[in-house]
């Protein structure tokens, strides 16, 4: 982790060196210097985090070094804080203004002396460096690793000792055994400790595979990666399964010559090779081409914790990749009580305290099988001891040797991350559970750990680093939207545990779970759980940079909880704090650039917002604010402004978003890439005309759009070709939005939501080959929208409401191919709905609802194979009627294969539940009701 503090400083440093920016009073000496003292400690920072926990002196050194780097940051951010001021106070001609300039000047020369120091400080580190590097020079060049040594032991394992391993053990022997005669490439992926190895060994030394295969070889890759001592440990081994002497003329061959003597070797050899452990791409492409594609059903099999490279190396040889999936919750059960309780049964009164512990391996074996070593030392007669084990598993894994194995096979993930990555991942560790997606992309940018590339924007950058770390298996998507984007993602119970002991470790970010919680001498990150810490004044929080809340109830000041202020925060997420009004205070913070006030009481914005300056996330969905002051034009850096509620008062308005107004000169915020949801019927359509201006904008949300602008907001927005969410809705439900005159459609546009009434269907639609998701509501079309949208490349996702007066709709055969979730709702005409055979082959949502004329399911719908879920929603006792399951309903059987039907009432607020037996032939809505706020199972066939 000092590596990735010095990185991030050593661009701050360049940056300041490039312009030659007067930081402090004098030259840039101290600065250069400085630079070029951190530059040469890089090479040698990264061998050093890897091996600080196996020696105390290393462990020591980094941990100066990196308190050092950390207080030359606070003292740049303090000079910048204080040239600002200085710049503001030049144009006071008051004593107040002259007094604060005087006090500023001493507070330079005061700067200028400590960085001076810290140079002093950095050439003592310097000092040890030599003797260090020296020490640990075996480790530098070879990249030993004694971990390495020990993952042997999961090729020695017993089958007794194997459990949940028969179906991909299966599953891996029929890929290898069938198929083509050319080699493919097989590929195991997982996180560390998920059994890829155990699993492929098994497999390897199943007899019907060594019989089938006449060569079989294992070959073990380390992160220490040499391609020359891998060919030459591949050509040896080749040369023993083949009962041949190895040359000895080995040691002298290059890696080209290596390769052809494995390629000969193999060429007419129906061969098994696996790569164990395997790395980084350039591994593979390393030595992919020594293995002869020979039309002998050859196979060579991959295990590495990266998904991309699995992908890869089996996409070029139309192979496989098995995805190696936890123990199920009877197979991690049975492994536990195995390693515990040597294979009896767990005693009844430690079931509900070991299952606990149990939940927090999340079917991992090796977690499985660490703490259950841990576990069977303990008294079953203690079930404090037990339960004290479930409650502070984190600070076991800290301080039991038993456990030494799992952080080496878990941090051998997190020492191979490249700096960059390292301090995205930590930054997880302040979350308590899901992760919401966006939200995170924002926060590392805000928090300076995205670094800008030409041609990319910041998010986009960002997004690149989430799908490697999403690759490594280090983190899991939790939930996907309807058109596969990422919703919310989650990490490892026990990945969270280690990350927030490192990040208590190198002081990255304090957790605050308790009220008397201790915090750290200087705080750089504080995330507050549940309750409020008791003030701690004497604590400082100087360095504060970032204030995360989650779940908090009590209600606070940040007056009295940080008494001595904290001048330096970039981060203020309050999201479901208990606020009713904006912290005045907040508007002093020159750094600030992501606020979060979503889903608080807060109902108006102070007119001063423009004073921060470097804002760049303004988040205020959810909350009472419904209008924006002028000053919010200041902000020159602002890139997501997000403003909207929603408000259910019925059935009729939900999915009701309210925006907000909106001063005229939006087209100041040049930067913006997200602006929603603003309203434009006030000020003579000036909004309208300047959105024009806003080139980055990627999603626009406008709101209460008169008839008579809708030529102006064509002409705006058909030059905005990045976006790719646009949702605009009409003053009111039968007032009409004209769209007609987009001369060009947007070529990137993936998510269209049209609110209000549409005279024909815009004809720039149908040419939106980027569009998966698509809303129309309150439309009346008079013809038929299905006939324009049915050739739509790519939608997914279409829901319609009131969109159409006529009486049938016909899906036809080959339409609609991407489709996956459908929804009709509000069609008041509606008699007859047809799919005909072909038509939306992919389908697997199917929603109607509110169709009052519609008495039958409609027809075809048995075509339907993909379908997994159909809700109908205030729809007409007959239609229920007919898919009674209990041979009653005429048309049960064209449901029969849909594994989940849904019917539900809306009923003062709340949905009316039925179930099955409930219904009788009179009426569907007799017998036992059910109150229910989500949408529950009626019944699943």
Known sequence: MAESAVNFLLQRLQTIVENEVKIITGNLEEVVYLKGRLELLTAFLRVADALEESDEELKVWVKQLRDVVHEIEDLLDESELLRAHN???LFSASLRGISCCIRNMKARYRIASELKAMNFRVRNIFSDHKRLRDKFEASIYTGNNTWHDQRGDALLLDKSDLVGINKPKKQLIKWLLQGCSNRRVISVTATGGMGKTTLVKQVYDDPEVKKHFRTCVWITVSQSFRIEELLKDMVQKLFNEIRRPVPPSLENKSGDQLK????????????????DDVWHTYEWEAVKYALPNNSCGSRVMITTRKSDLAHISSIESNGKVYNLQPLSEDEAWDLFCRKTFQGHPCPTYLIDTCKCTLRKCEGMPLAIVAVSGVLATKDRRRIDEWDMICRSLGAEIQGNDKLDNLKKVLGLSFSDLPYHLKYCFLYLSIFPD????????????AEGFVKAKEGKTLEEVAEDYLKELLDRNLIQVAETTSDGRVKTLRIHDLWREIIILKSKDQNFAAIVKEKNAAWPEKIRRLSVHNT????QQKMSVFQLRSLLMFGVAEKFSLRKLFPGGFRLLSVLDFQDAPLKRFPVE???????????????????IPINIGKLQNLETLDLKHTSVTELPADILKLQKLRHLLVYRFDVKSYAQISSKYGCKFPPGIGNLKSLQKLCFIEVNQGCGMIISQLKELSQLRRLGIMKLREEDGKALCSSIEGLTNLRALSISSEEENKVIDLGFLSSPLPFLQRLHLYGRLQELPNW??????LVRLYLKWSNLKSDPLVSLQDLPNLVHLEL????????MCFKSGKFK???VLGLDKFDELRQVKVEKGAMPYLEKLIIQRCELLKKVPSGIQHLTKLKVLEFFDMPAELIMTLRPDGQGKDYWKVAHIPEVYHTYWRDGGWDVYPLESFRESSPRSGTVMRSHELCTLWKV
């Open 586 to 604: 907040i508007v002093d913070l020159y750094y600030l650039r992501y606020l979060s006030l979503k889903n608080t009481k807060v109902k108006t």
């Open 765 to 770: 639609i149908p040419s939106l080959h980027s």
């Open 87 to 89: 710049h503001t106070n």
């Open 801 to 808: 409401l009131q969109a159409y007066d006529g009486d049938t």
């Open 434 to 445: 899901l992760i919401q997606h966006m939200r995170l992309i924002r926060l590392w940018i």
């Open 260 to 275: 052809m003597i494995i390629k000969n070797l193999l060429q007419r050899r129906k061969y098994l090779v696996v790569f």
């Open 818 to 820: 991407k489709l996956k």
């Open 532 to 535: 409020l810490p008791n003030g």
